[in-house]
Each structure stands twice: as C-alpha cells, then as structure tokens.
C-alpha cells in the first residue's frame, strides 16, 4: 500500500463516522510532514450547518495545529471531489495537493464540473490525483444513497396507510 492509499484510508474511516450518523459519507484528512494534522466528516444534517463539510472542518482544525491560516506542504485527502465551497477553502488555505475517491459528477469542483483547483487563473493552484481507493469510496456512497431511498420509500408508504387499515 502507498502513502495516498493509508492516508485514503483514514478519510475513509471519517467518512463512515458520517454514515453511522445518517449523513453523507464523506471523509477528509490533511497531512504534513507524514502526520495526520486534520480530520473532518460530513456533519451538515447533525450540526444543521451548511458549512459542517468535512473539508472545511479538517481545515479548520489542521490551522489550529500548525498554527496559521496557510497549509502550505500539506495534502488534503478526501472520499468525494468537493464543492464549490471546498474548493474555494482548499485554494485559500494554500493546499499544495489534493488527493480525491471518488469524482461527483452533480457537484464536483474539482473537474467534474468546474476545476477550481487548478485554474491557473488564481495565485494558487493545487497539484491533483483522482481516483485514490475510488471504487471503495463510491460504493460507500452508493450504499448510503441507496439505503437512504429505501427508507424515504418506507417512510411515504407508512405516511399514506389509512388509519383504519392499521386496526388489527
């Protein structure tokens, strides 16, 4: 195993944190100097806070270790591609390089839909590798998509039963 796959794994362990808690599973570590400085999972849902992605909240608290606002010589691994928002934060906090799962071909910025992170627009770019452990990463996130179908599908069915249909 290489050091993109351990580290893979790790943003895999936050991302089932994610699942045990009914969100999406979405994991991300940050690592400097081959230490772990960051982690972070999906808490959207839990915290009831749109900024509660596990990007941002390893993000936040790999500054709080290094002690500034820049991540420089670090890299950031994370189960799905990101966001916009994502993204955008990875490029303002310097992020030398990401490492990404799985791409999201509905919200992914980081070539799916846009390429916020290596446009050479902006006074930073971060060097890109995909598809790290992607097959582990997507059906991780397929069984939570598809689990979460069923139980809305269960939910509408026992919302609709007639009250006199239940009487025993």
Known sequence: MN?????????????KKAYALG????????????????RGYNRRNTDKN???HAEITAINKAS???????LEDCTLYVTLEPCQMCAG????????????????????CGGSILNVLEMPQFNHQAQVTRGILETECSQMLTS???????RCKK?????????ADIQA
């Open 144 to 150: 939570f998509f598809k689990e979460l179908r069923l």
């Open 64 to 70: 709080k270790k290094i002690g500034d606002w820049r």
């Open 23 to 38: 969100e999406v599973p979405i994991g991300c570590v940050i690592v400097y100097q081959d230490k772990i400085i960051g």
């Open 155 to 163: 939910e509408k069915q026992k919302e609709n039963l007639n009250p």
């Open 89 to 108: 934060a990875i490029i303002q906090a310097r992020i030398t390089r990401v490492v990404m799962g799985s791409m999201n071909p509905k919200a992914g």
């Open 50 to 52: 749109t900024l509660a």
């Open 3 to 15: 050091l993109d796959e351990k580290y893979m794994k790790e943003a895999i362990k936050q991302a």
